[in-house]
């Protein structure tokens, strides 16, 4: 039997990327989509792999069904979130990206870098990431080695 995931979308950010989380989530909140934010919540300074940590346990305990996370490039919270057994967060930078993340990696995790997307953009990608599936077949040995 195939364990069902919850149906929220998990969020992390660091200072930079909290303007872009928070209007993220008034979309969402607007189509009404359930969330667990685990922070930052201010633009005051603070350390990404904190907020990574955060989301990625939450990811590894199947506590919600994918996660978005949101810094200044995406590249540090992605190296965070992706030293937790479990996690596969992917930095994407456009749709064909996004579609490859799920389709042969099977990410949990969709980051992007807030100083390089706009909001209509990253609501694009997130509408993506929703409805791509992990295709399985010859790509399941490979994200079997990811752990």
Same mark, same amino acid.
């Given at each position: 039997m195939k364990y069902k995931l919850p149906d929220v979308v998990g969020f992390a950010s660091d200072h930079a990327g909290y303007d872009l989380k928070e209007n993220i989530k008034a979309e969402l909140y607007n189509k009404d989509i359930e969330f667990i934010?685990?922070?930052?919540s201010s633009n005051d300074s603070v350390d990404?792999? &904190?907020y990574? @940590? /955060?989301?990625?346990?939450?990811?590894?305990?199947?506590?919600?069904k994918y996660g978005i996370a949101i810094c200044g490039s995406g590249i540090g919270?992605?190296?965070?979130?992706?030293r937790i057994?479990?996690?596969?967060a992917a930095v994407c930078n456009n749709? &064909?990206?996004? @579609? /490859?993340a799920r389709q042969h990696n099977n990410a949990n995790v969709l980051?992007?870098?807030?100083?390089?997307i706009t909001l209509k953009t990253a609501l694009k990608y997130i509408s993506i990431f929703e409805?791509?599936?992990?295709?399985?077949g010859r790509h399941i040995p490979r994200v079997e080695k990811l752990g």
């Open positions: 934010d685990v922070g930052t990404y792999p &904190d990574g @940590k /955060l989301l990625g346990d939450l990811v590894s305990k199947n506590k919600i919270i992605s190296i965070a979130l992706n057994e479990g996690v596969r749709e &064909d990206m996004v @579609k /490859l980051v992007l870098g807030a100083r390089f409805k791509e599936l992990f295709e399985g």
